[in-house]
C-alpha cells in the first residue's frame, strides 16, 4: 500500500494551493485520513483530520483557511489551503488508516511528503 501526495510548490502569501493524496495498493477500507506538516527544528504537527463519514477536525492556525475532504472511491484525501502565511511552510504528509481486507488489522500509513513554500 501506498499514499503518495502531490500539489506542493512555492507561492507569494496569501496565494492558494491543493494537495492531494491517493492510496493505493490492496485496500479493502480507508478509515481516517489526514495531513501532518513538519517544519524545519520542529515536530511534526496534525493539521487537519477526516473520517471516513466526512467529520473533520483542523488544528487552531488553519481554521477558516483550510478545507480537508475525500473521496472515498478514489481513496483520496485532498487539502485545499488559501490565505497562505510564511509561517506554513512546511513538508506536508498524508497520513491514513488503512485494512487491506478481512482478517487484515487496521494499519497506518504516510506519504512521502510534499514541499510547500509560502514566500512573504
Known amino acids: 500500500i501506498q499514499l503518495v501526495e502531490s500539489g506542493g510548490g512555492l507561492v507569494q502569501a496569501g496565494g492558494s494551493l491543493s494537495l492531494s493524496c491517493a492510496a493505493s495498493?490492496?485496500?479493502?477500507?480507508?478509515?481516517?485520513m489526514a495531513w501532518y506538516r513538519q517544519a524545519p527544528g520542529k515536530q511534526r504537527e496534525l493539521v487537519a483530520s477526516?473520517?471516513?463519514?466526512?467529520?473533520?477536525n483542523y488544528v487552531d492556525s488553519v481554521k477558516g483557511r483550510f478545507t480537508i475532504s475525500r473521496d472515498n472511491a478514489k481513496n483520496t484525501v485532498y487539502l485545499q489551503m488559501n490565505s497562505l502565511k510564511p509561517e506554513d511552510t512546511a513538508v506536508y504528509y498524508c497520513?491514513?488508516?488503512?485494512?487491506?481486507?478481512?482478517?487484515?488489522?487496521?494499519?497506518?500509513?504516510w506519504g512521502q511528503g510534499t514541499q510547500v513554500t509560502v514566500s512573504s
Open positions: 497520513n491514513a488508516d488503512i485494512r487491506r481486507g478481512v482478517g487484515f488489522t487496521l494499519r497506518n500509513y
Open positions: 495498493g490492496k485496500i479493502a477500507r480507508v478509515n481516517d
Open positions: 477526516i473520517s471516513s463519514q466526512g467529520v473533520t
